[in-house]
């Protein structure tokens, strides 16, 4: 009798949590393609498609919908489907805030922690893939390598807590770059700008890194804003 309860429970257990590791996969695809920008906004969507596009049932794509509309993302409206949201130039403004308050301050403690080689070889390789990315005139790749620094900055900061902050708006900074790429200027002046406070940190002047930083994420901000509010997808 004890064995065929333990057996049966053995069967019922996977099948409890089966439900939720699909909607927590669904959650992180949908939310990545946003991010992405391989559904841009203004995409519009049935459940039903994008359950196709998942090759999933539709249960666990509506909770990750849930979730996704909870976080700003996307609206979900009954019999009408799912629209994408655009992010506003005031959202950005705010977003772009709290991304300068963080990573100024990481730049700080990474200037007084970590200026051996070792430590900031994370950085410099990114500011190298930028360099040699504009040299190419690959956008794409700059932007990528410009994530990398970014992250790079949080991730070497040496605050858990910080880190934790920053990184969870990268992923909005970075949907907002993907869209506004090709309509931006070519971007040396801000590629010389990641150099110049590497240099700083290298340097271990923590003051003088924070400057240029903090300058850097003003200047980045209020041509995001810029860019948004001239964008054609503002209100959905």
């Not at 990398?148 to 902050?165: K, P, Q």
């Amino acid at each position: 009798m004890t064995s065929t309860k333990a057996v049966s429970g053995i069967h019922k257990h996977p099948a409890r949590k089966r439900p939720q590791r699909l909607s927590e996969r669904a959650y992180q695809r949908l939310r990545q393609q946003i991010f992405d920008n391989e559904l841009p906004p203004g995409y519009r969507a049935l459940e039903e498609e994008l359950a196709r596009r998942l090759r999933m049932s539709r249960t666990p794509v509506h909770e990750a919908l849930i979730r996704l509309a909870n976080e700003g993302l996307v609206r979900v409206e009954p019999r009408r489907g799912v629209t994408v949201l655009a992010v506003s130039a005031e959202d950005m403004r705010e977003i772009y805030e709290v991304v300068t308050a963080v990573e100024t301050a990481a730049v700080e403690l990474i200037a007084e922690r970590s200026t051996d080689a070792a430590a900031l070889g994370p950085l410099e390789r990114a500011v190298s893939a930028m360099e040699r990315a504009l040299s190419e005139d690959d956008l794409t790749g700059w932007a990528r390598a410009d994530e990398a620094f970014h992250r790079a900055l949080l991730e070497s900061c040496g605050n858990r807590r910080l880190a934790e902050i920053g990184l969870r708006l990268r992923d909005q900074v970075r949907r907002v770059r993907n869209i506004t790429l090709a309509a931006r200027p070519r971007p040396d002046a801000s590629t010389a700008a990641h150099r110049a406070t590497l240099e700083a940190i290298r340097a271990g002047d923590a003051s003088r890194a924070r400057e240029l930083h903090h300058a850097q994420r003003v200047r980045g901000s209020r041509l995001m804003t810029e860019l948004l509010a001239r964008s054609p997808v503002r209100e959905l």
